[in-house]
C-alpha cells in the first residue's frame, strides 16, 4: 500500500525559510517522480515542482530560485526546502505520486506565512 507523509510545516515569518519532507512507503521509490503541490485557502491545488528519480527538477515560475527540491532514494524521502517565504506561500503542501495509474496524496502540512 502506497502511504505518503508530509511533516515540517508551521509559521514562519515573511523571508524566513522552512522545510518540508515527505516519507514514502509501499513503492520502490527511487523509480518514481515525487510531487509537491500546495493548496491556498479558497483556491484550487497548484502544481509546486517535482524531482525524477535520478534527481531531475522542475518547478513552478512562482517559486524558482527560492525553493529547491531533493531526494534521498535510501531513506525514501523527499524534501521541499523553502526559502524568502511571502504570504502567498500560505498553503497546505502536499507529495504526490503516480502509481499503477492511480495519483497518491498525503495528507498535507499546514505552512503559514505572517508577520
Known amino acids: 500500500q502506497v502511504e505518503l507523509v508530509e511533516s515540517g510545516g508551521g509559521l514562519a515569518q515573511p523571508g524566513a525559510s522552512l522545510k518540508l519532507s515527505c516519507k514514502a512507503r509501499?513503492?520502490?521509490?527511487?523509480?518514481?517522480?515525487m510531487t509537491w503541490y500546495r493548496q491556498a485557502p479558497g483556491k484550487e491545488r497548484e502544481l509546486v515542482g517535482s524531482?525524477?528519480?535520478?534527481?531531475?527538477?522542475n518547478y513552478v515560475d512562482s517559486v524558482k530560485g527560492r525553493f529547491t527540491i531533493s531526494r534521498d532514494n535510501v531513506r525514501r524521502t523527499t524534501d521541499l526546502q523553502m526559502t524568502t517565504l511571502r504570504s502567498e506561500d500560505t498553503a497546505v503542501y502536499f507529495c504526490?505520486?503516480?502509481?499503477?495509474?492511480?495519483?497518491?496524496w498525503g495528507r498535507g502540512t499546514q505552512v503559514t506565512v505572517s508577520s
Open positions: 509501499g513503492i520502490n521509490f527511487r523509480l518514481y517522480e
Open positions: 504526490n505520486t503516480r502509481h499503477q495509474g492511480r495519483n497518491f
Open positions: 524531482i525524477k528519480g535520478g534527481g531531475e527538477t
